[in-house]
């Protein structure tokens, strides 16, 4: 009965409307009373103590570091530099956008915004040079979707934070996964991409590539100082996310030149925004996470997935189902806060390793961020390479299936995370 309490106020509150903090926030009220222990300071000492954690400030660093990037020219700057490199190849475009999205994912961390960027660049050279519009908008939304998945991510900090389990070793883990990503979505369009006649761009020279890789090399140090920093034990990931920024806001004044100090208190309030969001979010979602642990959920949700207890890969695919379902409604931050309390005692339970599960569970919902019908980065790529909604969700199809294979390829061999998470940690 506690479970159906819990559910049903949250799906209630959210079907009415209300934004999904206030939800998290309504169901803990609810529980609360239910249980007969509601509590108003049980509410403010659960959020105050959300948002009181050191972990977090990577958060607001991680997305000025990402806001700071696209404004100072290093967004452009790796994109020119995936061109010079792949460019001339028949579909080179496409590589050039999965490519570039992988070197921007271990800078920024952020769908959304690194989505945006290679957008607002490439889909008007895609569709000059004869591309599938939707299909090439498509490809750019699943190659935004590896940024949390790759290093420095937000999505791995906040469930890092709700599931107790080592940012560090998150970031080692999924870098492998996330290549692998890259990997099956160059696979899928260099088979899909036959169809299109479509112009390659003129091959570069030596010199020009030379060039082109001078000019993005601050660009490209920014991921070897963050992760460098972090693998050598030298920095915390959230000392990596201040070094990001002040980074970021180094070389785009002073070496690129295009951030003026005009341009920064639009930057800083963008930034600013984001955060307040995802922080509120966190905070309302520990108040749910305290009700959760307090009802026993998991313990009920345990007894209904006994049979599965001692077949770990059996009850990993019924979880990723689980997920994917929800993902498709739900965006990335509530989906990590509303689920992680409750999975997280099963996991452990089954034997499932924490870190593991952590890559597998942000993976899944990172593919929710272009499923329908929410699709965050979805509509990122329709609003701005001004392309139908329903013709890129068309588009991003044969995308999301490969690196929903890329997933489920996971599950059966869990090695392939494990293995390079602890060589590389």
């Known amino acids: 009965m506690t ?43 659960n959020m105050i103590a959300g948002a009181d954690t ?70 008007p050279m895609m569709a000059k040079a004869g591309y599938n519009v939707p299909r090439s908008g498509g490809l750019i939304a699943a190659g935004g979707i590896i940024a949390p998945v790759i290093p420095p991510s937000m999505a791995f900090i906040v469930f ?15 870098i492998f996964p996330g290549i692998l990503m890259g990997v099956s979505l160059v696979v899928t369009w260099l088979i899909v991409v036959r169809k299109d006649k479509v112009e ?12 082109a890789t001078g000019r993005a090399l601050w660009a490209l140090g920014m991921p070897v100082i963050i992760l460098g920093g972090i693998k050598a034990g030298v920095v915390t990931p959230t000392e ?20 003026k100090p005009r341009d920064l208190p639009g930057v800083i309030l963008r930034a600013a925004k984001t955060t307040s969001v995802i922080m509120f979010l966190v905070c309302a979602a520990l108040v749910s996470a305290w009700l959760i642990t307090a009802a026993n959920i998991p313990a009920e949700i345990a007894g209904y997935i006994e049979p599965l207890i001692d077949r770990p890969i ?36 089954a034997g499932i390793d924490p870190v593991y599960f952590g890559v597998m569970f942000i993976m899944n919902n990172c593919i929710g961020l272009i499923t329908p019908p929410v699709g965050v980065v979805l509509n990122v790529v329709s609003g701005v390479g001004r ?22 390829l996971l599950v059966l061999f869990p090695d392939l995370v494990i293995v390079p998470a602890r060589w590389l940690y």
């Open 200 to 211: 390659a761009l003129p091959k570069t020279s030596g010199k020009e590539r030379l060039q």
């Open 387 to 408: 392309i139908p909604l329903g013709k890129v969700t068309v588009g991003v199809l044969p995308f999301l299936i490969a690196e929903t294979l890329v997933l489920f």
């Open 3 to 45: 479970l159906l309490v819990f559910i049903g106020s949250l799906l209630g509150a959210m079907a009415i409307g209300v934004p999904v903090a206030f939800s998290l926030m309504f169901c803990g009220v609810i529980l609360m009373w239910y249980m007969g222990m509601f509590n108003s300071q049980i509410i403010a000492q």
């Open 54 to 123: 050191f972990t977090l400030l990577a958060i607001p660093f991680f997305i000025l570091a990402g806001e700071l990037m696209n404004s100072g020219g290093l967004s452009k700057r790796i994109i020119e530099f995936a061109i010079a490199l792949v460019g001339h190849i028949r579909g080179g475009l496409g590589i050039v956008a999965i490519v570039a999205a992988l070197i921007m994912a271990s800078i920024s961390g952020s769908a959304a915004a690194d989505t945006a960027a290679l957008a607002a660049i490439l889909i």
């Open 160 to 174: 890092g934070v709700a599931a107790n389990v080592s940012i560090t070793q998150l970031f080692m883990a999924g």
């Open 240 to 259: 990596a996310a201040v070094i990001a920024a002040i980074y970021a806001l180094f070389v785009g004044m002073f070496i690129y030149r295009e951030l």
């Open 314 to 349: 059996l009850l990993m695919f019924a979880i990723m189902v689980l997920v994917l379902v929800v993902g498709t409604a739900l965006d990335l931050t509530p989906t990590i806060l509303i689920l992680t309390p409750v999975l997280m005692p099963i996991v452990k339970q």
